[in-house]
């Protein structure tokens, strides 16, 4: 077989075990304007949205470019009391076609939130208003620190302070991070702190058949 006919069977393979444990969707992220995504579109997947994968060679350097020692938010352990704030806070920063495409009640969000791995810390920022203000996901691994941050409009201010803590107590190291093409404020800042493009990414969606079960997400990387 070709590569792109070995594509499109892993493409519609994947689907058959997530339907049959009861999923809803599945998900995947393939590199961006790459054949893969053409192929996966014959598959039945639509694209939900672009992202970009910045990196930096030193969690030191991106820190120090931050100026200031460490971060100076007072954050606390996520709880599963949060999801119903956390789920507002994902309404109110997501744009709408795109939760559309994901999912729109809070099972949903639950189910499909990506996870950064088994030892992932995540922590929230809290509003004085009582609201979550932000939501960081952290991991270290052997080959480097990653995070993922998302955070309200009422929070923009405390974004360097958001990032500073989303880098706290890694390793010295690599760092990533995963930016969606709707936060280009986030683009823009990480780049002033020495982080740079390193990839682009298609993250693309295939409805399931919808089952009386209570149903789930699947998420599949491939590329």
């Known amino acids: 077989n070709s590569k792109p006919d070995l594509a499109m069977e892993l493409l519609e393979q994947i689907a ?32 939900i ?16 470019k931050l100026g200031m020692p460490d971060h100076s938010l ?15 806070l994902y309404n109110s920063t997501t744009p709408v076609e795109i939760r559309m495409k994901s999912g729109q009640t809070i099972q949903d969000w639950i189910s499909g939130s990506e996870r950064l791995g088994r030892r992932k810390s995540e922590w929230v920022l809290e509003l004085e208003n009582g609201e979550k ?11 480097g620190h990653m995070f993922n941050l998302n955070w309200a409009s009422e929070a923009g ?44 990414y298609e993250l693309m969606v295939k409805p399931l058949a919808k089952t009386v079960a209570e149903t789930s997400q699947a998420f599949a990387p491939i590329g």
């Open 157 to 200: 201010s405390e974004l360097p302070g958001l990032v500073a803590a989303a880098l706290a107590n890694s390793r010295e190291g690599k760092v990533t991070t995963a930016v969606a093409e709707f936060q280009p404020a986030l683009s823009h800042f990480l780049v002033t702190i020495g982080f740079t493009a390193m990839a682009q």
């Open 16 to 47: 058959i075990p997530a339907g049959g444990a009861g999923a809803h969707r599945i998900f995947i992220r393939v590199p961006a304007n790459s054949s893969v995504a053409d192929q996966a579109q014959n598959a039945g997947y639509s694209a």
């Open 74 to 88: 007072t954050l606390r352990p996520r709880e599963t009391s949060d999801d119903q704030s956390l789920f507002r």
């Open 133 to 143: 203000g932000g939501l960081i996901q952290r991991n270290t691994t052997r080959s």
């Open 49 to 64: 949205y672009r992202e970009t994968v910045f990196g930096s060679d030193s969690v030191t350097d991106a820190i120090g």
